[in-house]
């Protein structure tokens, strides 16, 4: 392999660790604002913010979850939103 390649090579590694390092304070910065917007709202409002953000993908339930938009959003007792989940998303860029 020639050096320049080499060099490439890393620098093209360092971006792309930069760019996910950035992409995952994103998306932690996000799911906070979600959980402030979601915090209560019921799962009818739920299924209904998530058919907005995405009017093409239908949302669909499982378990305590509803999950469209792009989120998934977990149910409290009585369909009441409580949390966005991201956490085993950057978990995987964590790694």
Same mark, same amino acid.
């Given at each position: 392999?020639?050096?320049?390649?080499?060099?490439?090579?890393?620098?093209?590694?360092?971006?792309?660790?930069?760019?996910?390092?950035?992409?995952?304070?994103?998306?932690?910065?996000?799911?906070?604002?979600?959980?402030? +917007?979601?915090? #209560?709202?019921?799962?009818?409002? $739920?299924? =209904?913010? @998530?058919? !907005?953000?995405?009017?093409?993908?239908?949302?669909?339930?499982?378990?305590?979850?509803?999950?469209?938009?792009?989120?998934?959003?977990?149910? +409290?007792?009585? #369909?009441?939103?409580?949390?966005? $989940?991201? =956490?085993? @998303?950057? !978990?995987?860029?964590?790694?």
């Amino acid at each position: 392999m020639k050096l320049g390649s080499t060099f490439d090579t890393a620098a093209t590694q360092k971006y792309r660790e930069q760019l996910l390092f950035e992409f995952a304070g994103n998306i932690r910065a996000l799911s906070k604002v979600c959980e402030r +917007h979601i915090d #209560g709202m019921s799962k009818s409002e $739920v299924l =209904d913010l @998530l058919r !907005e953000l995405e009017p093409d993908v239908e949302p669909f339930e499982k378990d305590e979850y509803v999950v469209g938009g792009g989120l998934t959003i977990q149910l +409290h007792e009585g #369909g009441v939103a409580e949390h966005c $989940v991201v =956490d085993e @998303l950057l !978990e995987e860029w964590d790694r």
